[in-house]
């Protein structure tokens, strides 16, 4: 198919803007799946066009003249490697089944909402096809807006300071992103015409600039990424989000959001720093606030009322060890990095529909509410079950290979090393400790009414299971929690060349024996 | 080795048992439930049938070449990292490792499982869980045999966490219980707990060694790669860091927390008593004949990291004889009937880790066995009586049942008296060799373990007597609420679920169903007689010391010269056996063979004088040491310690946490610039403050323009 990722991007676009003006209460929905499964039919065809053997170099490439800024170093380029490709397949995946659960419990302006929901597919899907750093930076800011309304709109109680403080958060985090990527664009180019291609930025970074400006670009680029992670202490904004957030919101937000902040900085940000004078002097210290993040987002979970911030902070933990992952600048670190992103898309993604399915029933998330659902919800129990181990790193499903790859690529990184890895595992206790701790509360123990849901609906049946719909939403989830524990190197085989690729080379990675210290960085110290 | 048949197609070994349980879960539910044990039966059979012939097979390719007997199979590439074929390149495959040690390993859990679930079928009748019951028992079956056959630390610890989930939601069964639901998760932690020392031990092995295969073949075939043949190399280790080398000092006792968590040692035994919360058949099988014996499986699997690691293998000889005789005189001072069992268990699997930290993991391997069998047959007819006893396991309340379960009562004395180590019995053969070995190495182990003995005899037969002689007593009407298995209802009502107290007569039925009687005869017979493997010829053991994981140490245990068969040149190599040392070694068996006898049988007479002629003096003698059985009773409070020592701070801590995030965090980054600039934004944006919709709606404004800038140029 001719430019496969201009179909991708304009199908959702389009469906966007035609699902706004369609009439009816049925339409909207149904043509917002129609859509998003046109979109992940698209994948299938960019699929078998990708060719996998060479899954290193950016491939299926396009850049329509009519969308060019010559003198403004800008193009509307798009190319994925297989990177970008598996972040757009978990998109497209969740994409369907966030429209699909969504199909109940969203009851007004059905119209707005999916036309928002293709929109943020849209943007999404350009983050991660973008080749051009200022595109990339508009897709990602992109996302915001459809976003800000889904929870504004169609949140919970707070929804309009979550979506105030989500939008404040991030945006105004990028802000400084923004100011890094003008910077390196202009000097990415040749003369007075900067240049805005990602070959071209990275080029630029490791070769002529100076390693002060690179310092601070990374920094800068940092800012945005980090808190869009979110790495501790800038996640607070994530917490009142995820949990005011509509259920298929709050799925995006984890499943797919989340990982355009991982996605810029493997992308951006650490080709940017690669060196022991930018990255080689800040791995120690970001190292320690992903694992500061790690036990203190697992120890705050256990302790939540609300299970969907409970979920919500295990995202705190569970991004530290992402990043971790990728700052150990190794294979198998970034690699587990990668397969992180996706694997956390898929569990927690499927964490918060499996919470959205019961707050539907029961209109609590209150743990000291919710008593053995096992007992009413047999089903429900079942996917409980097996995401809570998915996510907590159960060897055979997902979670344990991205978890185990990248505390290894700690460990055994020279710019990390052995404490980082051991006190990261300790985050696999606790995990156990949160995770299970719900799992206890709210699937077994003895069956409690929710208080107040007497003469509920019909008086006093309570909610039965899980439907068929809601089943068909989560059984490709539960397909996928299994298959990619016990085949993942189908993701992982793909990803050796690009990340071989990103790994700094060879002299860079000599440089630290022991403890990286690195002087005459120009901090101003 | 590979023209075996159950070689060939070893993965059905496992895979059985799992297809079984997939359709057990998924196609037996509503009016087929009652069929639910079919599949589990089959698949576990088969795969049973499977592992002996294996065993059979390999002892006969033995017989015909003696040698060292292994043989990897890949399957496929699990997680690969990085260029394949590269070092430094994690890349871990699904394979599996034959070898004796494996073998015999499979035929315990297959052959012993599969004796389980046909009793279960008889002892679940009527669950509404039926279904999920033996689905998860084929999933037990197929995580342990995955833990056992892996040929690589990560397919180890697949199927340890694997067994781990199987455990916790067949303690959980019943799981609106909250006594069990808490047991479940309890026992989920706590070997997490020791998995993190796994995890960080693989890590390390693989920091060290590049790889996590235990041995992998060179070109010509010989298992002279991977982390455990490497281990052995003088050569290797000699080349590498310094650093390195000091880390291999370090896997082991990293390794061992696992294998502390998994097989309940002290510290880590806590959850395993209160897994007896699971239906009693899952006690017996997974709490007490298999996955709990998974630690003492990894100690002798990775025999040639910590053979040479003399603190390591001090340290777990220590800490099995301190768990032996701790878990021991807890056992003699409790009335539930599983709990007795339970404490046993943890007291026996100290023994076994005595075993293989004194360098005689043969004996371990070799208890480990003769233990499944009786104790699986222990757990069983302590299923029985509590089946007819409408859940009541107090044996405080009950006494004389011999009249009532007159078979029950003849399978639970075979069972005592093995555990008890009486002569002639299995239990005696195996525990005599590990405390031969133990003092061996130290008088000092062997008197501990030679008091535990006697505790063991002591606390055995005072259940035997309370429960199955003298007058008749039994309790009246079921057990209140939700105790043990008052589920259990052989009448169809398991709709009703723990609540059905509906009037039960003593006399109108058969308690001792043929379903659950003969597996337990088979069980018997097998805790008289295994034993006879490895007496007298050492088949056993000498099969065993053909695994390349066991054969330094087989080699000491047989009498070779101690630093010859620990010298890694030696690896594989033949050592002669020093007729002086053989002799010795030959005359303190025998030795300790009369003296456990002694102290087993003195053990049994006091048992018996105090809870069957006497039991009023007993009674006196606990009030006379008041304190200390209100000690045992109370089992050191262990638990509680843990609890308001390191569970509740740390809930608190997680609580201040959340405190500081919401007040100082959230606030620090709020007033840290993000709010000031933000708003400096709005108000440049938008005209009025507080109109966020038509900042978002400027922003998407801005965007939109700057795309359009972008396609029209």
Redesign the interface.
Known sequence: MEGTLIWLLLIPLAGAVVGACLQGERAPRWWALLVSLATAAVTVVAACEFDFSASGQVQLLVSPE??R?P??G???TLGIDSISFWLIALTVFLMPLAIAASWESIASRRKEYYAWMLLLEFAMLGVFAARDL??FY?FF??T??PM??II?IWGGAER?YA??KF???T???S?FTLAGVIYIGTTAGQGAVPSFRIEDIINSAQSGMSTQARYWVFLAMLAGFAVKVPLF??H?WLPLAHTEAPTAGSVILAGVLLKLGTYGLLRFAIPVGAGPEVLGALTPLLGVLCLIGII?GA??A???QDIKKLVAYSSVSHLGFCVLGMLALN??GI??SIMYMINHGLSTGAMFLVIGMIYDRYHTRDINQLS?L??QMPRLAFFF?LFT?SSIG???LNG??SE??T???A??SPHLG?GY??VA??G??LG??YM??M??RV?????KVPQGHHGHDDGHSLPGDIGAREIAVLTPLAAAVVILGV???VI??TL?EPV?ALIPSESQIVMVEGPAVVSGVGLGE | MEQLFAVKHSYLIPLLPLLAAAIAGFLCTGSRKKLAHWPIWIGVGISAILSVTLLFGMASVWHDHHGPLAYVQNW????????AGVSG??DVAVGFLFDPLTAVMLCVVTVIGFFITVFAAGYMKGEEGYFRFFAYLGMFIFMMTMLVMGDNF?ML??GW??VG?CS??LI?YY????A???A??KA??VN??G??GF??GI??T??VFGTINYFSPDEAGNLTGGALALAADPNFVLSLPEWKQHAIQWIPFMLMLGAFGKSAQFPLYVWLPDAMEGPTPVSALIHAATMVTAGVYMIARCGTLFVGNEAAMWTIAIIGAFTAIFAASIALRQFDLKKVFAYSTISQLGFMFVGVGVLAPVAGVFHLMTHAFFKALLFLSSGVVMHAMLGHLDMRRMSGLKAVLPKTRWLILIGCAALAGVPGLSGFFSKDEIVAAAWHQSWVLGLVLLITAFMTAYYTFRLYFRVFEGPLVQPDGPAEGHSHGSEHDDHGHGAHGGHDTHGHDHGHHNHEPMIMILPLAVLAIGAILAGYVNVGTHHLGDFLGQSPSLSQSYLVAKGADYEAALNPAMFGQHVDVHPKLEEDLHLLHIRMMIISSVVALVGVGLAMYLHLFNRRLSDDLVLRFRGIARVLEGKYWVDEIYQGAIVNP??K???L??GF??LV??G??WVA???P??AG?VLKLTTQRGQ??GY?LT??LG?VL??V???V?
Do not use: C
């Open positions: 009519a969308f800024l003198e403004a800008i193009s509307f200022l595109l508009v800011e992109l915001l807006v800000f309304f504004g309009q979506a105030l939008f404040l958060f945006f105004a985090a802000v202490p800038v607070t203190y120890l705050v256990w302790v939540q294979q198998t690699q587990g053995g096992a007992k079950i181990f159960l060897p055979g344990f290979v185990f790859l505390i290894l690529g460990f055994t052995i890895g051991v595992a300790l696999i206790i156990a400790v299970l701790h799992a206890a699937i077994f123990g003895p069956l085949v993942p190197n992982l085989k050796e071989a | 496929y590439q699990w997680i690969t990292a990085g260029p390149t994690f990560l610890y697949l966490e694997g989930l916790y939601l959980g799981y609106d219980r909250p069990a639901r808490d479940a998760k989920f932690i997490r707990i998995d993190f995890g960080v890590m390390l693989f920091a740390l809930r801590f997680g609580q946490l959340y995030d919401r965090i959230d620090l980054v610039g993000f709010v600039q933000s934004f966020l919709q978002a922003m998407m965007i700057l795309l800038l972008v396609f140029f």
